[in-house]
């Protein structure tokens, strides 16, 4: 449908709908709201925190968020008074709320939306691991899975991509985020916009990019903390993912919980009128997270909600999420003058544009009972989750006990997460059902060679409990090797799961030193959502090997076989740093160097306790086969403002094995008007090499991207020196200079 076309249509709309239906097209509510019902003290924090700790069941936290949920106001919908609601993803009950939809005036559908970023029922990788396969074909498939369950089911509306810089390995959000590298999470940004709202055989489907802006700077890491960084640093780091959505046309925005620089995300008109309306030209709505517009008011910058809801509006948030704020405080804020019905209409406009571009207008009901069973979770589909999973994993360390050898008979499974499907789906995988996941004991003995025998002892958990070690300990003995599967338990990181300690929480490092001790091969496998310290793993020469799994979601097992067993090749490389300490956060590789750079001597910048260096640096990344660079070359040692830099470099498998390697080219300014960092990633490619053969890999750069935004926040390209390098992660490679010349 033509854009004058639609406009014409929203027009029409707007001018026959009562302010009562114009602010219902602002509220969104969801199903899991609860109420103080006879009998149930409803106390969902301290649920929550029984969940995470253990103390009661997913299943029993299911049973008592039921026992509270409201119906589903069907009434309020034939009223016009709800225009979406949030994570409603219930087959059933989604066809219910369209039905009541369509019994209303003016028969608008609704939005469902739905936390969909990483599957619906075929729950892939974690964001962050699925970042670090550095392969946008790996998003292509995984987002038009995703949006081919979603839709089906009904589903129209997603609330991803997650596009928020994270630097801060203590801040449990960082599991769904796109790593620390602004050029990396903008290429990712793209891709993602483009595989859901493509105009495919499943139509489009809208998504949000989110959490707008700089969520991911929280102070120390702690979830909806303030944030309070310079107006340079925004545009540099954190603004790139979203401006890369905007432009790829992303049809949402959802604005963040914190206050940046003293204004709350939500309320503030600079960041979402000025910025990203103004400046980045988006053209679709906002919508605020959850209940952020009511928590104006605990930030201190709204007297009451009433004042919020006003505030939030007049900023540019079009609908505001469960807070019902708009919808209790709007129709007496028009009656009194203090809010404008064009500023409602403009609102309203936004949406309703929304709801005919992506087909909602003229298909409300995807729901087909028939297609879910053949279409969710299907073998194609799981298929696919495991190859993606694949190639989302790091290899950290190996000391040639991988891939495993064909003289290894007995293998003994250890380790409480190993048996854990919930922690193997991992967080945000709301969609998912644990009990679609394939454990770690499952896919390795399902996937073991002949005459090979697969043994399961608990031993140990993310407890500190020491009772199933001795058990553990002889069982090991007797085994030909050890695979110990550590690291974090479903809700330990996400959303308010922020943590002080990166150790392997519990009992698990001591058993793994205990294990290190023997004379049998030890195998690590890490089950996370963030960057752990692990140092006396990857320093213990009694732990062969480190492999990096993340939450895979539900082809864990069978991932994890694949590589365990050298059916594929490792080919992930880190997109985040891992700190040696968890006192060193945030660190990340793309730091300016100061006065004083770290090293040897005692008055430069480090700490006196932890190497300089970190324990793995950003694009780091092993393979059981070995890559050699040689032979970089430039086609220019001097470049004009107008012109395009091509650089290239020989890439040889020197191993044994076929691989993929993820080949990374970064600039240096040497010097510039502001301090520049040591490193920036502009361009990477990812090769697959057989044994022996080499391959020219070839980036070209033009000379507008080797600028940066000064203090006043204007972009410029200044003439000098540049170093150009190209190897395997941010810490090695060729490097050749180059001058930028008027």
């Given at each position: 449908m033509e854009a004058k076309n639609i406009s014409e249509k929203v027009e029409y709309l707007l001018s026959i709908m009562t302010l009562a239906e114009k602010i219902g097209q602002l509220n969104q509510t969801g199903t899991t709201m609860v109420s103080a019902l006879p009998g149930i003290e409803a106390d969902i924090d301290g649920w929550v925190s029984d969940m995470m700790e253990g103390r009661i069941s997913q299943e029993e936290f299911s049973k008592r968020m039921e026992l509270c949920r409201e119906d589903l106001k069907t009434e309020q919908i034939e009223n016009g008074g709800i225009g979406s609601f949030v994570n409603l993803y219930d087959d059933e009950k989604i066809f219910q709320v369209q039905q009541?939809?369509?019994?209303?005036?003016?028969?608008?559908?609704?939005?469902?939306?739905?936390?969909?970023?990483?599957?619906?029922?075929?729950?892939?990788?974690?964001?962050?691991?699925?970042?670090?396969?550095?392969?946008?074909?790996?998003?292509?498939?995984?987002?038009?899975?995703?949006?081919?369950?979603?839709?089906?089911?009904?589903?129209?509306?997603?609330?991803?991509?997650?596009?928020?810089?994270?630097?801060?390995?203590?801040?449990?959000?960082?599991?769904?985020?796109?790593?620390?590298?602004?050029?990396?999470?903008?290429?990712?940004?793209?891709?993602?916009?483009?595989?859901?709202?493509?105009?495919?055989?499943?139509?489009?489907?809208?998504?949000?990019?989110?959490?707008?802006?700089?969520?991911?700077?929280?102070?120390?890491?702690?979830?909806?903390?303030?944030?309070?960084?310079?107006?340079?640093?925004?545009?540099?780091?954190?603004?790139?993912?979203?401006?890369?959505?905007?432009?790829?046309?992303?049809?949402?925005?959802?604005?963040?919980?914190?206050?940046?620089?003293?204004?709350?995300?939500?309320?503030?008109?600079?960041?979402?009128?000025?910025?990203?309306?103004?400046?980045?030209?988006?053209?679709?709505?906002?919508?605020?997270?959850?209940?952020?517009?009511?928590?104006?008011?605990?930030?201190?910058?709204?007297?009451?909600?009433?004042?919020?809801?006003?505030?939030?509006?007049?900023?540019?948030?079009?609908?505001?999420?469960?807070?019902?704020?708009?919808?209790?405080?709007?129709?007496?804020?028009?009656?009194?003058?203090?809010v404008s019905v064009s500023s409602i209409n403009e609102a309203v406009r936004r949406v309703l544009y929304a709801k005919f571009f992506f087909g909602i207008m003229d298909e409300p009901y995807r729901y087909d009972p028939g297609k879910i069973s053949d279409t969710v979770l299907c073998r194609k589909h799981r298929i696919a989750a495991r190859e993606v999973a694949e190639k989302s994993a790091v290899l950290l360390k190996n000391d040639g006990v991988l891939p495993i050898r064909d003289s290894v008979k007995h293998i003994l499974v250890t380790g409480g997460l190993a048996e854990d499907r919930a922690a193997l789906l991992g967080p945000w995988a709301f969609t998912g059902d644990k009990e679609s996941v394939v454990t770690v004991t499952d896919g390795i003995r399902n996937n073991a060679p002949s005459g090979v025998t697969v043994e399961f002892c608990r031993g140990f958990d993310t407890s500190d409990s020491e009772s199933g070690f001795e058990e553990m300990i002889k069982k090991a003995e007797k085994s030909d090797l050890v695979i110990a599967v550590v690291g974090e338990s479903a809700f330990m990181s996400g959303e308010a799961a922020s943590k002080v300690n990166l150790n392997l929480p519990g009992a698990q490092e001591k058993a793994m030193l205990q294990l290190a001790a023997l004379s049998v091969p030890c195998i690590a496998v890490l089950v996370s959502g963030r960057p752990l310290t692990i140092g006396k793993l990857q320093n213990n020469p009694g732990i062969g090997a480190?492999?990096?799994?993340?939450?895979?979601?539900?082809?864990?097992?069978?991932?994890?076989?694949?590589?365990?067993?050298?059916?594929?090749?490792?080919?992930?490389?880190?997109?985040?740093?891992?700190?040696?300490?968890?006192?060193?956060?945030?660190?990340?590789?793309?730091?300016?160097?100061?006065?004083?750079?770290?090293?040897?001597?005692?008055?430069?910048?480090?700490?006196?306790?932890?190497?300089?260096?970190?324990?793995?640096?950003?694009?780091?990344?092993?393979?059981?086969?070995?890559?050699?660079?040689?032979?970089?070359?430039?086609?220019?040692?001097?470049?004009?403002?107008?012109?395009?830099?091509?650089?290239?470099?020989?890439?040889?498998?020197?191993?044994?094995?076929?691989?993929?390697?993820?080949?990374?080219?970064?600039?240096?300014?040497?010097?510039?008007?502001?301090?520049?960092?040591?490193?920036?990633?502009?361009?990477?490619?990812?090769?697959?090499?057989?044994?022996?053969?080499?391959?020219?890999?070839?980036?070209?750069?033009h000379a507008s991207e080797l600028g940066f935004y000064r203090q006043d926040c204007t972009y410029t390209v200044e003439t000098g020196m540049f170093q150009i390098f190209i190897g395997p992660d941010s810490s090695k490679g060729e490097m050749l200079e180059i001058e930028l010349c008027d």
């Amino acid at each position: 449908m033509e854009a004058k076309n639609i406009s014409e249509k929203v027009e029409y709309l707007l001018s026959i709908m009562t302010l009562a239906e114009k602010i219902g097209q602002l509220n969104q509510t969801g199903t899991t709201m609860v109420s103080a019902l006879p009998g149930i003290e409803a106390d969902i924090d301290g649920w929550v925190s029984d969940m995470m700790e253990g103390r009661i069941s997913q299943e029993e936290f299911s049973k008592r968020m039921e026992l509270c949920r409201e119906d589903l106001k069907t009434e309020q919908i034939e009223n016009g008074g709800i225009g979406s609601f949030v994570n409603l993803y219930d087959d059933e009950k989604i066809f219910q709320v369209q039905q009541a939809a369509m019994k209303s005036r003016l028969k608008i559908p609704l939005f469902i939306g739905v936390d969909v970023i990483r599957g619906y029922r075929t729950i892939f990788p974690t964001p962050l691991a699925m970042s670090c396969s550095w392969d946008m074909d790996n998003y292509r498939r995984m987002i038009k899975i995703a949006k081919k369950e979603a839709k089906v089911c009904g589903v129209n509306w997603v609330f991803g991509p997650m596009l928020d810089i994270a630097r801060d390995a203590r801040w449990g959000r960082i599991v769904e985020s796109p790593g620390e590298d602004p050029y990396l999470a903008s290429r990712i940004a793209k891709t993602v916009v483009n595989a859901f709202q493509e105009n495919d055989a499943y139509g489009r489907l809208l998504c949000t990019a989110k959490h707008f802006l700089a969520y991911g700077a929280v102070s120390g890491g702690q979830d909806y903390n303030t944030v309070d960084v310079s107006e340079r640093t925004l545009y540099e780091t954190y603004l790139p993912p979203f401006r890369a959505a905007v432009d790829a046309g992303v049809g949402s925005v959802m604005s963040a919980f914190h206050d940046l620089n003293g204004v709350p995300c939500t309320c503030s008109h600079s960041l979402l009128t000025d910025l990203l309306r103004g400046e980045l030209h988006f053209q679709g709505f906002v919508v605020s997270d959850a209940e952020a517009v009511k928590q104006c008011v605990a930030h201190g910058v709204a007297s009451d909600e009433r004042d919020a809801a006003k505030m939030s509006l007049q900023a540019g948030n079009d609908i505001d999420m469960s807070s019902l704020d708009y919808s209790r405080f709007l129709p007496d804020l028009v009656d009194k003058g203090e809010v404008s019905v064009s500023s409602i209409n403009e609102a309203v406009r936004r949406v309703l544009y929304a709801k005919f571009f992506f087909g909602i207008m003229d298909e409300p009901y995807r729901y087909d009972p028939g297609k879910i069973s053949d279409t969710v979770l299907c073998r194609k589909h799981r298929i696919a989750a495991r190859e993606v999973a694949e190639k989302s994993a790091v290899l950290l360390k190996n000391d040639g006990v991988l891939p495993i050898r064909d003289s290894v008979k007995h293998i003994l499974v250890t380790g409480g997460l190993a048996e854990d499907r919930a922690a193997l789906l991992g967080p945000w995988a709301f969609t998912g059902d644990k009990e679609s996941v394939v454990t770690v004991t499952d896919g390795i003995r399902n996937n073991a060679p002949s005459g090979v025998t697969v043994e399961f002892c608990r031993g140990f958990d993310t407890s500190d409990s020491e009772s199933g070690f001795e058990e553990m300990i002889k069982k090991a003995e007797k085994s030909d090797l050890v695979i110990a599967v550590v690291g974090e338990s479903a809700f330990m990181s996400g959303e308010a799961a922020s943590k002080v300690n990166l150790n392997l929480p519990g009992a698990q490092e001591k058993a793994m030193l205990q294990l290190a001790a023997l004379s049998v091969p030890c195998i690590a496998v890490l089950v996370s959502g963030r960057p752990l310290t692990i140092g006396k793993l990857q320093n213990n020469p009694g732990i062969g090997a480190i492999l990096e799994t993340w939450h895979m979601g539900c082809e864990s097992g069978n991932a994890m076989a694949d590589l365990l067993f050298g059916k594929c090749n490792p080919s992930g490389k880190l997109t985040v740093t891992f700190a040696n300490e968890a006192a060193q956060e945030p660190m990340y590789y793309n730091h300016p160097n100061t006065g004083k750079p770290g090293g040897k001597f005692k008055f430069t910048s480090k700490y006196q306790d932890a190497p300089v260096e970190p324990l793995y640096p950003f694009g780091y990344g092993l393979s059981y086969t070995a890559f050699a660079y040689s032979g970089m070359r430039v086609s220019k040692k001097k470049l004009e403002l107008g012109d395009t830099l091509n650089c290239e470099i020989c890439v040889r498998n020197t191993g044994l094995y076929a691989g993929e390697e993820i080949v990374q080219m970064y600039i240096r300014d040497v010097t510039a008007s502001c301090a520049r960092p040591v490193r920036e990633l502009k361009r990477f490619c990812k090769i697959k090499l057989e044994p022996g053969e080499e391959k020219i890999c070839s980036f070209a750069l033009h000379a507008s991207e080797l600028g940066f935004y000064r203090q006043d926040c204007t972009y410029t390209v200044e003439t000098g020196m540049f170093q150009i390098f190209i190897g395997p992660d941010s810490s090695k490679g060729e490097m050749l200079e180059i001058e930028l010349c008027d």
